[in-house]
């Protein structure tokens, strides 16, 4: 059935009138669905049952919508209600009245408002196949993402002689240059970035077109030609292939960075959310951590090994490839861009291990009938012109998209640039420091792994505005020291106050500005939107790391040991657009999220409340017009012999 028109109380009402005031006196006769301890209406609607909530004098019992998850109508059949229905209402409110009145009635209320009753339901735990599921797609894209990033920090200098002997045999010594060789190697790193926002675009089309699970399978086909392409360069003699290569592998890591955050979101429960999509980031930061670990001289960091570092990374795609194959697609995707309801809901029951996904279903249905036209109503024809001129979707728009400049001009390559300086002005031993910069590596893993259950715990906003105060304090801490520093290098232990700022930064950065912008630009948006939204943040990501990379040299050349003071200012500014722009996201369903920016049609639900103190006033014959009037079927019964009375 598709999405209803909105309606009015005033439509609601005169329909109603018509109908000669037909409205079900609804029972309340609920069951428990399984342990999870779940409600559903016996008539096979889907229904919210609240804990008790007064609103006014009344409490609301129950509320039910008519949506396609049931396919059918609201019954507008007067029937009875028994007295043993009404008193399990009574029961269940703990009343100690004798006399209730228990009514229903049509009404409209918001989405968001509506999820929030439905919340109740959603919340679920973790399982086997959610977990394997989550970690499968993460390892063979994100983790590769990280590993792609940090592949050639170790083996530099190796790969710079490589290149140099190879120029020398091809044209000679006297042809081949120090600056030769620098910008040839600066080219092969620059050339993942280009890579990486063409796979980004590409992503936003092809999620929607073949689906999430389908274009991370594609993607993989980029990891093994640029893997097997860059590992070829050194027998073939040919640094043109690593170049190649790496075009290739930017382009797996731009659909990676798009795609699995998506899929993450779609598949996690509300509840867990903010966990999943810092799962991602997760598996980034272990793997340029291990991608450093591998580098070293004792593993692969040697002339005859570094290939086979790059070659590694096709073992994450062969694990992607053996088992997301057999992984359900996506039950939103499904749902509401291809309409397949059966599929969707076995979906449902996969990641949820659970037969009873009725309430995810209706949440779904909800969000989908949101929808209304302004906002893109046919998911599958949803177009990039649509995305950008709608004024419902610019503010989420530009606020996912200003926080992922917000993540690269945060300062956080000046720290890793400035890391290696710093260990040596602290007397650390030059072939040391790899191991230095290995554990501050280790240092983002561990409090990644800390924002995990944070997250949820948390909320997002408060995990990006303190983390930033830190930071901002961290780095004019870390300004004063290096200028004291280049004053008077004799200053005793101000060296290992900047490796403590250092640290404290990655802290800071690990914990909210890492994980959180790329995950919330996937919570902001609807179904229909999301994946060239995500596209657009994604690309946006890839062009701030594309400046800062080709700019930061020039800046800190210019502004010597007050680099930092530019990044502080950027911050400080950054606080105040956090605050006052970006919304909390934290436990809430997507329609809730979207709800902030473009509220959807309202939903007609039926509501089943109590009036306990009416119930004396219609006893006595009183009160009754009223009731009438605002079309309320009213049942009286006394509880004490459980006889109903007819009013």
């Not at 659970?354 to 177009?383: N, R």
């Not at 280790?442 to 906003?461: E, K, Q, S």
């Not at 009416?614 to 079927?633: Q, S, T």
Request: charged share 20%; glycine share 6%.
């Amino acid at each position: 059935m598709g999405p209803k028109p909105s309606k009015t109380n005033a439509d609601i009402s005169s329909k109603n009138s018509a109908q000669q005031k037909s409205f079900a006196m609804t029972t309340v006769d609920m069951e428990r669905r399984g342990s999870s301890g779940r409600q559903r209406h016996h008539s096979n609607r889907s229904a919210v049952s609240l804990d008790p909530t007064k609103r006014g004098g009344s409490v609301i019992l129950k509320r039910t919508s008519s949506t396609p998850s049931t396919n059918k109508p609201f019954d507008r059949t007067p029937s009875r209600a028994g007295a043993a229905g009404v008193t399990a209402a009574g029961g269940a409110m703990g009343s100690s009245r004798s006399m209730t009145s228990v009514r229903t009635r049509l009404t409209i209320i918001s989405r968001s408002e509506y999820h929030q009753d439905l919340k109740r339901s959603l919340a679920t735990g973790l399982n086997a196949n959610l977990v394997l599921s989550t970690f499968v797609v993460i390892f063979g894209s994100s983790f590769l993402f990280g590993y792609n990033i940090g592949v050639l920090n170790q083996p530099t200098q190796l790969i710079k002689d490589f290149y140099k002997d190879v120029f020398t045999k091809r044209y000679g010594n006297e042809s081949v240059t120090e600056s030769t060789v620098t910008v040839t190697w600066s080219l092969t790193t620059a050339l993942f970035i280009p890579g990486g926002m063409l796979g980004a675009f590409l992503g936003g089309f092809l999620a929607d077109s073949l689906g999430r699970k389908r274009t991370l399978l594609l993607s993989h086909v980029f990891v093994f030609s640029g893997a097997a392409l860059s590992t070829a360069c050194v027998a073939a003699e040919a640094p043109e292939l690593l170049m190649v290569g790496r075009i290739l592998v930017g382009i797996n890591s731009g659909f990676a960075n798009c795609i699995a955050p998506m899929f993450l979101s779609e598949v996690a429960p509300f509840n867990y959310r903010g966990a999943f999509g810092t799962l991602h980031q997760l598996f980034v930061t272990i793997g340029i951590f291990l991608s450093s670990v591998f580098g070293l001289k004792q593993l692969l960091g040697r002339a005859s090994l570094w290939p086979y570092l790059i070659l590694l990374e096709i073992f994450p795609a062969l694990v992607s490839l053996a088992i997301v194959p057999f992984l359900p697609e996506t039950p939103r995707f499904l749902l509401l861009v291809q309409k397949d309801r059966d599929r969707a809901s076995e979906a449902l029951k996969f990641y949820r291990k659970t037969d009873d996904v009725d309430t995810d279903m209706e949440e779904m249905d909800t969000e989908h009938q949101a929808a209304s036209s302004k906002d893109g109503d046919q998911h599958h024809s949803f177009t990039w012109k649509h995305l950008f001129l709608s004024a419902d979707l610019r503010r989420p728009l530009f606020v996912a998209c200003f926080l992922q400049i917000i993540q690269q001009f945060s300062g956080i390559n000046a720290v890793f640039f400035y890391s290696k300086s710093i260990f040596e002005s602290a007397k650390v031993r030059q072939d040391h420091i790899p191991y230095a910069i290995i554990g501050t590596n280790a240092v983002n893993v561990f409090m990644t792994v800390i924002a995990v259950p944070l997250m949820d715990l948390a909320g997002r906003r408060p995990l990006l505005l303190l983390p930033m105060g830190v930071m901002i304090v961290d780095l004019i801490l870390m300004t004063i020291c290096r200028v004291l520093q280049a004053n008077d290098p004799s200053i005793a232990g101000i060296a290992y106050v900047t490796i403590a700022c250092v640290i404290v930064y990655v802290i800071a950065f690990a914990v909210g500005l890492g994980p959180i912008p790329m995950m919330i630009g996937a919570e902001l948006f609807r179904q229909g939107p999301r994946p060239k939204a995500m596209a657009a943040v994604s690309v946006v990501n890839w062009v701030g790391t594309f400046t800062i990379a080709m700019a930061f040299e020039s800046i800190q050349a210019a502004a010597g040991d007050y680099t930092f003071i530019i990044f502080i200012v950027l911050l400080s500014a950054f606080l105040v657009f956090t605050y006052f722009f970006v919304p909390e996201t934290k436990n809430k369903t997507f329609e809730e999220i979207a709800h902030q920016f473009s509220p959807g049609d309202h939903l007609e639900v039926e509501e089943l409340e109590e009036f306990p103190d009416l119930a004396d006033d219609v006893a006595d014959g009183e009160g009754l017009e009223n009731e009438e009037d605002n079309h309320l079927v009213t049942l009286n019964f006394n509880a004490d012999d459980a006889r109903t009375e007819q009013p």
